[in-house]
């Protein structure tokens, strides 16, 4: 798995997360940005993005963003974009389990050979994978959520410690796609690349 290719499926997610962290206009004009240039992105996305999980709930989250903030400006949904958008990506992970489609095999099956598709070691490392992602998911939903209801607690210190996860989740996910398993059926001896 291709840890760039699986960050660029994320763009519209670090757009949003980039744009409206960035210190210039008012609040409300960064978000309306962001999920306008989000948006495009997705529209241009969808030419040739892999048209799984992380796919159609990005769609829908952006979609829903647009018309409830950019189309109707509605307060609420202002206020928890950032809850919201995070709880959409716990639902993708951990709903992509539940259905027994990790959604990281989507990004794993476009470097390993067709053989090994329903191998179990290549299974459980996508499933280990998505797991992982869906806890740093939860993770952001207890950020927002302190964001939200413990106003009293630093952002600054918030935003480092959402920040360093998404860098430590990146890395684990490099890290462990380069890992190759050896399979215990296989005849000749070789490794089994699983990603």
């Known amino acids: 798995m291709n840890p760039l290719g699986m960050i660029i499926s994320f763009a519209p997610w670090l757009v949003l997360k980039i744009l409206t962290s960035i210190p210039f206009s008012d609040p409300l004009t960064r978000l309306k940005t962001a999920l306008v240039i989000a948006i495009l992105i997705c529209i241009y996305q969808s030419r040739s993005a892999v048209k799984g999980f992380i796919f159609w709930g990005t769609i829908a989250f952006f979609s829903f963003s647009f018309v ?11 206020d928890r974009l950032g809850l919201l958008s ?22 794993s099956k476009q470097y390993v050979p067709s053989e090994f598709w329903t191998h179990p070691a ?4 996508n499933y280990l994978i998505t797991g992982v992602w869906g806890c740093y998911f939860l993770l952001g939903v207890a950020i927002n959520e302190i964001r939200i209801y413990e106003p009293q607690i630093s952002h ?10 998404m860098l430590a989740i990146i890395l684990y996910t490099s890290h462990a796609s380069k890992r190759r398993s050896v399979s215990a059926s296989s005849e000749n001896g070789q490794d089994t690349p699983v990603e």
């Open 68 to 78: 409830t903030v950019v189309l109707m400006t509605n307060m609420w949904v202002v």
């Open 86 to 107: 995070q709880l959409t990506m716990s639902a993708i992970a951990w709903g992509s389990i539940l259905f027994k489609r990790p959604f990281t095999l989507d990004y």
């Open 122 to 125: 290549f299974l459980r490392k």
């Open 156 to 165: 600054l210190l918030l935003e480092v410690l959402d920040n360093a996860s």
